[in-house]
């Protein structure tokens, strides 16, 4: 295992790396990071569905088993996943390797190809195929997602905040792993106990909102309501509670004159 120092500077390094990709890489590879979260919260639907509702405890532990294996194959094999920049390329800003607006222009690629690549998993597997188009699944689906969209924006907004805490979290340990097997415990835990919690992740709701929508349980007017508010408290658990965070309690001496820039950046 990496120290905490070693890890912010990969961290550092994989949030440069991520702007240096062709756009067209970007453009797969977000692609793919939607569809595999997808998949995973697909089979979180479908251990979990048929648990009975006065086991919820039960079932939202067997359903969050299964879900990291999205961002594991995002981690290993490839992807990008707008909330993983969120925390990574923050990094790099901190670090004042990346503006602003290279933080902004890399969410808005990666978030829509995610969109689109949710909205796929949504739309061909779960409807199409039938996997969210029969019971017990098409009634766990709208009922997930009706879960998410009664949310008041404030309650959304903390929610993502949490979410991303440890989605964050997950990516620096995977960062931190020198193997594998490491990467993937890195990864398992945190991203279980967000899904078991509840919190709210806004690119995993690309999948759940519109599946239901698909099978006549929701609305879009409804999953931009949501989205907006779980994607800025996104932005704000990556950016600041893991990237910020730990550049001000890791960063060495030598860039010590950066401190009180970032300490700026908070508390404006």
Not at 48 to 56: C, F, G, N, R, T
Not at 91 to 115: H, P, V, W
Not at 158 to 178: F, T
């Amino acid at each position: 295992m990496f120290t905490p120092e070693d890890i912010l500077e990969k961290s550092i390094n994989a949030g440069v790396g991520k702007l240096k990709k062709s756009l067209i890489a970007k453009m797969i590879l977000g692609f793919i990071g939607g569809a595999m979260i997808s998949i995973g919260f697909l089979a979180y639907v479908r251990v979990s569905a048929s648990i009975p509702k006065d086991l919820a405890s039960v079932k939202a532990f067997v359903g969050a088993t299964v879900f990291p294996i999205g961002l594991i194959i995002i981690l290993l094999a490839g992807g990008e996943l707008a909330t993983g920049n969120m925390m990574a390329v923050g990094s790099a800003i901190f670090a004042k390797k990346l503006s602003i607006n290279d933080y902004l222009k890399n969410l808005a690629i990666i978030t829509l190809f995610n969109f689109l690549g949710a909205i796929f998993v949504a739309y061909f597997f779960g409807h199409v195929v039938g996997l969210t188009h029969v019971a017990p699944f098409q009634q766990s689906v709208i009922t997930i997602a009706a879960s998410k969209t009664s949310a008041s924006f404030l309650s959304a907004f903390i929610s993502g905040i949490g979410c991303n805490w440890l989605v964050g979290l997950a990516v620096w340990l995977s960062y931190g792993a020198k193997d594998a097997a490491g990467k993937i415990m890195g990864i398992w835990f945190p991203i279980m106990i967000f899904v078991a919690i509840g919190f709210q992740h806004s690119i995993a709701n690309c999948f759940i909102i519109p599946a239901a929508i698909f099978e006549g349980g929701s609305t879009w007017n409804l999953f931009l309501q949501s989205f907006v508010p779980v994607y800025l408290g996104n932005i704000l658990g990556g950016l600041i509670f893991v990237a910020g965070f730990y550049y001000l309690s890791y960063q060495n001496r030598h860039h010590s004159k950066y401190r009180s820039k970032v300490l700026q950046f908070l508390m404006n």
